[in-house]
């Protein structure tokens, strides 16, 4: 088994695999930013635009609707128009969007630059694994799309570190920094950075192959895998490709309904499935609630930084666990052990809370050993979440549909996994509200319990399988 892999890796030009992946990962990298500039902006916001709960709830919201649009119409239009373009398209509205943000004077304006954001993040959180996956031999494909997830959490990361030294040269994210503009301008500035390199670098990279013959430019394709492997081995997955794509006609979001049966493929369903369990599991939430976990414990106001590095620290080495086991381990396994090791952290986390006191208004209190123990489960829980359901969900999606209707399988999952999010985001504080904290966090933990027996009876492992393969199997 050794000597094949090491065959297989022979035949393959890595380093030119790998630059194409990182390339289609730093979309990843944006995602999280831009995902995570939001948190250290809140206040600021509020006083700069004079808004009031609700009104700066909806600002922070607001690139969510963007995200489920944007995961629901790049699918499809990558099929019409190919990968590269919509990523491309994608970078300048993260380019645009960050500018517009930091330049906003009112809730309204700074509202529609989020939402553009949104656009772009939800196109980059479903193409650049797809990317990815169709361009990386199988034997790494899952380590490789996982660089996904491993620049998401940078992201998030990096944007948590951007935000707390820009306030703090400033004195603060409302106070004024460079050539008079407020510090949370310069947090929206600062993804200018990142979002220009993408776009330079996607000028650089080549349309995917899977796309290319899918648009009957089976000779172009060749040359691309050709320049990934060698032209006798690209010559066979051209013929391979053909097999398994509609080479008179471009998908169209239609091509899920099978038409034998006429009804959606099953593989759809599965899909579909693992991107509302991602997010039902709770993650958002556990993030969201952090801070108050922490200062439950006893920590201070001040030392939120510290808990974020910690949480984000945590993130980032189990997302390296993730690359390191998803092609040794396989998918399947991941998503089960991850299933249960999430569900008994959050069970663990609704005994605590339920037996601390709490309410809506005031939060909750609970005694030092009590604190510490939910601060533990809360990172064990992310770390479950990060070696499994946060990289392999994005792995499984970008590589389990086939080639005849990927796009499309991939719009319909991005937007349950964005509609999700949303749902969840929107519904914590009314659960909070209602039935308190402990049962809350009770309701996550039982749909760990159903992404556990979901995974192990609908979800087929797809380790060391060639696209083709896959989608010969859905055949």
């Not at 997955?237 to 099978?258: C, H, M, W, Y």
């Not at 439950?296 to 808990?307: K, P, Q, R, Y």
């Not at 939910?374 to 392999?392: K, M, Q, R, S």
């Not at 996550?444 to 159903?450: E, N, P, Q, S």
């Amino acid at each position: 088994m050794e000597q094949q892999g090491v065959s297989a890796a022979s035949e393959n030009n890595l380093p030119r695999v790998i630059f194409l992946s990182v390339v289609a990962a730093l979309g990843g990298f944006l995602f999280g930013f831009d995902s995570g500039v939001i948190n250290g902006t809140v206040g600021a916001l509020q006083e700069a635009f004079d808004s009031d709960a609700v009104g700066t709830g909806f600002n922070v919201a607001s690139m969510l609707l963007g995200c489920a649009a944007g995961a629901f119409f790049a699918g499809t239009l990558a099929d019409k128009f190919g990968r590269k373009h919509v990523l491309i398209v994608a970078a300048i509205a993260f380019i645009i969007s960050a500018w517009g943000s930091g330049i906003s004077a009112s809730s309204s304006q700074f509202v529609f630059f989020r939402i553009m954001g949104g656009l772009a993040v939800g196109a980059a959180s479903i193409l650049s694994p797809a990317y990815i996956g169709e361009i990386a031999p199988a034997n790494i494909r899952g380590r490789l799309i996982s660089l996904q997830q491993l620049a998401i959490v940078l992201g998030l990361f990096l944007a948590f570190f951007s935000n707390y030294n820009l306030a703090n040269a400033a004195g603060g994210a409302s106070a004024e920094l460079w050539w008079g503009f407020g510090a949370w301008r310069w947090m929206f500035w600062m993804e200018l950075i990142p979002a220009s390199l993408f776009f330079i670098f996607l000028l650089l990279i080549p349309e995917s192959p899977r796309y290319l013959v899918a648009a009957n430019r089976s000779d172009r394709a060749m040359e691309v895998l050709a320049s990934l492997t060698n032209m006798e081995k690209a010559r066979r997955q051209v013929a391979e490709i053909q097999q398994t794509v509609f080479g008179e006609r471009k998908p169209r979001l239609s091509d899920i309904i099978n038409k034998k049966t006429g009804q959606v493929h099953p593989i759809v369903w599965v899909g579909i499935g693992l991107a509302a369990l991602q997010q039902f599991t709770g993650i958002n939430v556990v993030f969201y609630y952090g801070s108050v976990l922490w200062q439950a414990a006893g920590f201070t106001e001040a030392d939120a930084l510290l808990t974020n590095v910690i949480s984000g620290g945590v993130n980032i080495a189990f997302t390296f666990l993730a690359i390191y086991l998803v092609e040794r381990v396989g998918r399947k396994p991941l998503l089960m052990i991850g299933a249960l090791g999430q569900a008994v952290m959050l069970g663990l986390l609704a005994i605590i809370f339920a037996m601390g006191a709490e309410d809506a208004a005031h939060g909750i209190e609970m005694g030092g050993t009590s604190g510490i123990m939910a601060l533990l489960a809360a990172n064990l829980y992310i770390a479950f979440f990060a070696f499994t359901w946060g990289p392999i969900m994005w792995v499984m999606l970008g590589e389990m549909f086939s080639n005849k209707f990927r796009g499309a399988a991939l719009a319909v999952a991005g937007l349950t996994q964005w509609g999700s999010n949303f749902l969840i985001t929107i519904s914590f504080p009314v659960l909070l509200a209602s039935i308190g904290l402990g049962v809350s966090y009770g309701i996550y933990a039982a749909f760990g319990l159903i992404a556990y027996f979901f995974v192990r009876r609908l979800v087929t492992e797809t380790k060391g399988k060639t696209l083709e393969e896959i989608s010969l199997d859905q055949e």
